[in-house]
């Protein structure tokens, strides 16, 4: 028997703003709007190459806590990058807030980290 294949996987990430998280995925980090849903909308989806984010409209203004909140140190997305060096380019030259420049990690990685415009943080590595 044949073992199914896992094709890939979205994270889900809940935002006060559907639309202007997708906008700021296609603007700055260069990512293309799959679409949304309902309107006004309260669902979208973006990718880029093979990777996809789906974003959730919160129900309810309030702070929404990122992974830091429950572990120091911790982001809330990685994103692998072979081009690490002209991805980080590329960002920073559409003014993505970069939250730590390129770092070469005890593990061998290199890696530097992005914050979106609601404040989750992703980390680049390649």
Request: aromatic share 14%; hydrophobic share 40%.
């Amino acid at each position: 028997m044949t073992r199914p294949k896992l094709i890939g996987i979205a994270p889900q990430l809940i935002v006060p703003d559907v639309v202007q998280t997708a906008e700021y995925y296609r603007d700055v980090l260069g990512f293309e709007i799959i679409g949304y849903f309902l309107e006004p909308p309260v669902y979208t989806m973006v990718k880029r190459d093979e990777f996809q984010i789906h974003f959730g409209k919160a129900d309810a203004d309030f702070e929404i806590n990122k992974n830091a909140y429950y572990k120091k140190g911790c982001t809330d997305l990685i994103i692998w990058v072979p081009e690490i060096d002209a991805f980080y380019e590329e960002l920073r030259s559409r003014n993505a807030i970069i939250f730590q420049e390129i770092t070469k990690r005890i593990y061998g990685s290199r890696e530097f980290i992005i914050q979106d415009c609601n404040g989750y943080l992703i980390t680049v590595g390649d």
